[in-house]
């Protein structure tokens, strides 16, 4: 049996629209390919930093490492990889094949659902993440745009085109209710939105109502024919079908190797050790009465730091009855540390904030180990996300972090830290992070454990021999 609607229109019709879907879909693909990239640098790539990150508000950084950029374990953008396959293969499977209006149906199914996903992402960067990635506007734009071209070219195939128009505006409606459940508070913030929005949904209903479904059912229709010519002959609609599980499956399997397991906790946290302040206002964690105390000049951007707290905090942990840790910040960014002259470690005061903010609601050690932990995010609006990851205030945390008490609490520590870096150079020694003094001694760089563990040993050894006063 022949399509009727096929017998009414030109093999043609609609065609050209269906290659400016493809074409714009590329566009979508490129941007895709290069966020699932991003993501796995942001991820993986200590101190990576994106062109894209060009500020707080405009980050595409924060957007990938915050904890709404994958689904099921899987990147977003890696989804959309897989869709606008999808919408080019579709698109020039029509375009070849001169079957007008194949495949409309399923070219509208698809944009409906891609701007849902918009709507939905838009007001997630906009009103959680609080930042915007401009490759992800990128996806945006191409999605309104093939949704446009949708419509036009359903029209040019004879489909009708104001129901077309309706579909697509339900879509994005089910994205921003999809978003106004799961974030009711946050969706308050948007009260003029959701008004709008509900004036669209009922012109939308109105319309739908006037014309009794008819062109509604019409493209139901064209979208249940056009799935059905997929699965003919049988055997290319199965093996379409088990292709596309398989790569699916794949994605699934394969995608969490790519990205390191984060120890989010260094040498078990506070797990049954000690931990407060000196009189000096620096953390400590480790012996309530030591023997023996470290004191720690780190930066948190420092790919050396990182290895040498590690290590030190493991022999802290199991000498915690007589020896402690210190920790001080050193910052090698221009932005507070004055005596630097040019940028460094882009982040590294913010994350020296951020931890002594930690501090002000008792997660200092908790935020320490993820800022040591984390490869990449690092920029304001990440490390609020990190603060409540860990249970903290957020807008406390935003506040402190603004504030002039917590400068004045990170200039100390600078300044400590430019004493012992003049004495280390009477010493004959280059301060540098990571720098330990201990018992007297100044330990410059990342050691191995067996050196921390016989200097340790052998200051307590000293220290014990020495009569007392």
């Known amino acids: 049996m022949t399509d009727p609607i096929v017998e009414t229109r030109s093999a043609t019709s609609g065609r050209g629209f269906l290659l400016a879907v493809v074409v714009v879909s590329l566009l979508g693909l490129g941007s895709s390919v290069y966020l699932s990239i991003l993501h796995w640098q942001v991820h993986n790539l200590p101190g990576h930093v994106s062109f ?12 990938s ?7 099921f374990g899987v990147p977003i953008s890696t989804w959309g990889i897989f869709y606008y396959v999808l919408l080019i293969t579709l698109g020039l499977w029509g375009f070849f094949a001169k079957r007008s209006p194949f495949p409309w149906g399923l070219v509208g199914a698809l944009n409906v659902g891609a701007l849902a996903a918009t709507v939905f992402l838009f007001l997630l960067s906009k009103l959680i993440i609080q930042a915007f990635c401009i490759m992800c506007i990128s996806l945006y734009s191409v999605n309104l745009l093939t949704g446009v ?55 939308v209903l109105a319309l739908i109502f006037k014309g009794k479904l008819q062109g509604e059912r019409e493209i139901f229709g064209r979208l249940k024919q056009d799935l059905l010519h997929l699965i003919k002959p049988l055997y290319l609609g ?42 000096e206002g620096h953390n400590w964690i480790g012996a309530e009465n030591p023997e023996l105390v470290i004191v720690e000049y780190s930066d948190y951007e ?3 730091c990182n290895r040498a707290h590690g290590v030190v905090r493991q022999i802290v942990r199991e000498k915690k009855d007589w020896l402690r840790l210190v920790h001080v910040h050193v910052p090698l960014d221009h932005t507070c540390n004055k005596t630097l002259r040019k940028p460094f470690h882009r982040h590294a005061c913010d994350c020296a904030r951020a931890a002594i903010c930690a ?94 563990v016989q200097l340790v040993d052998r200051l307590r050894l000293k220290k014990q021999s020495q009569p007392s006063e």
């Open 238 to 279: 199965v093996g379409l079908a088990a292709l596309a599980a398989a790569l699916v499956a794949a994605v699934l399997v394969v995608t969490p190797h790519l990205y390191p397991k984060s120890n989010n906790v260094i040498a078990g946290g506070l797990k049954n050790i000690s931990s407060g302040h000196t009189p």
């Open 149 to 203: 071209l949708s419509v036009l070219g359903q029209r040019k195939a004879g489909l009708n085109g104001l129901s077309a128009i309706n579909l697509l505006l339900i879509g994005m409606l089910t994205g921003a209710g999809i978003f106004t459940g799961l974030f009711s508070t946050y969706a308050t913030q948007s009260v003029l939105f959701l008004v709008l929005a509900g004036l669209v949904l009922l012109a």
């Open 52 to 63: 894209c990150a060009i500020s707080e508000e405009v980050n595409c950084d924060t957007v």
């Open 359 to 452: 501090d002000r609601q008792n997660y200092f050690w908790q935020m320490n180990d993820l800022l040591f932990s984390r490869r990449g995010g690092l920029d304001a609006n990440g490390l609020v996300m990190l603060a409540e990851s860990i249970g903290m205030n957020a807008r406390l945390f935003r506040t402190c972090m603004a504030a002039a008490e917590t400068e004045q609490k990170l200039q100390g520590d600078l300044e400590e830290c430019r004493i012992v870096a003049m004495e280390c150079r009477e010493m004959g020694k280059r301060f540098g992070t990571p720098t330990f003094t201990v018992g007297g001694q100044v330990v410059v760089g990342a050691k191995k454990r067996q050196f921390w």
């Open 65 to 71: 490492i915050s904890k709404y950029s994958d689904l």
């Open 302 to 304: 420092c790919p050396f």
